[in-house]
């Protein structure tokens, strides 16, 4: 992937103040996807963060290898787009769509993913979630996964709320994850449950996690020792 990254240093500044450009370089992969693999978008902090995506489309695009940490991605719509190997890091995701996406060994640490965000029909393979600093939230606020599957990935020290699942199948690992219901999340500004709808989570195993009584399970499988 590292050679896929030095391929726009000389038109990297060029293509951040009009990324309408970026699927337009390199051509198409061998999938026939439009070839924007190894683009860092990265600004290097939080603070500094300048990429913002916004009411952009882009579809029918590889992103593997692609650096997205520290960025605040404003109501971006991706479709059928491919995400390998991608870096999330401290990403703060707002109004975001991503429809029939595929998204495999991705780093999902700290960051805000999905405030207002829509995801339907996406693959999430041997992805990992997990919080940074004290804050254990990582999904945003009203943010709904539909028909989306998670295969082995990782759900690490995370407090789950505020998000919905429907439709969704789950075959991956949660370590010291707890499923907030109504009375956790009375207190907090705009916070709800979460509710998981029409899920199945029986081919996950669960070590040190919690479902509260009152957490939105909705014609959902869960194994019987949670």
């Not at 991706?78 to 769509?97: A, I, P, Q, S």
């Not at 919905?164 to 709800?192: E, I, K, M, W």
Request: with cysteine.
């Amino acid at each position: 992937m590292i050679n896929l990254r030095t391929r726009w240093h000389d038109r990297r500044e060029e293509l951040l103040s009009d990324l309408t450009q970026l699927a337009t370089i390199f051509g198409e992969t061998t999938d026939g996807l439009k070839d924007c693999r190894g683009f860092l978008f990265n600004s290097g902090s939080w603070s500094g963060a300048r990429v913002s995506l916004e009411k952009m489309v882009f579809e029918s695009c590889d992103f593997s290898g692609s650096d997205f940490s520290h960025c605040s991605l404003m109501t971006p719509s991706f479709k059928n787009c491919k995400f390998n190997e991608c870096d999330f890091t401290e990403v703060r995701m707002w109004n975001c769509e991503f429809i029939e996406c595929s998204f495999e060994k991705c780093e999902f640490l700290g960051g805000q993913l999905g405030v207002d965000g829509f995801y339907k029909s996406c693959q999430f393979i041997a992805c990992r979630f997990k919080p940074k600093g004290r804050s254990r939230r990582l999904f945003g606020h009203d943010a709904l996964h539909e028909q989306c599957h998670f295969v082995t990935c990782k759900f690490q020290t995370l407090e789950l709320a505020s998000t919905r699942f429907v439709r969704c199948q789950f075959a991956s690992s949660f370590r010291s994850v707890r499923f907030l219901g109504t009375q956790a999340t009375a207190t907090d500004t705009g916070g709800s449950a979460v509710m998981l709808e029409d899920c199945d989570l029986m081919d996950s195993t669960f070590q040190s996690c919690e479902i509260d009584e009152d957490c939105a399970l909705v014609r959902t499988q869960v194994p019987e020792q949670l």
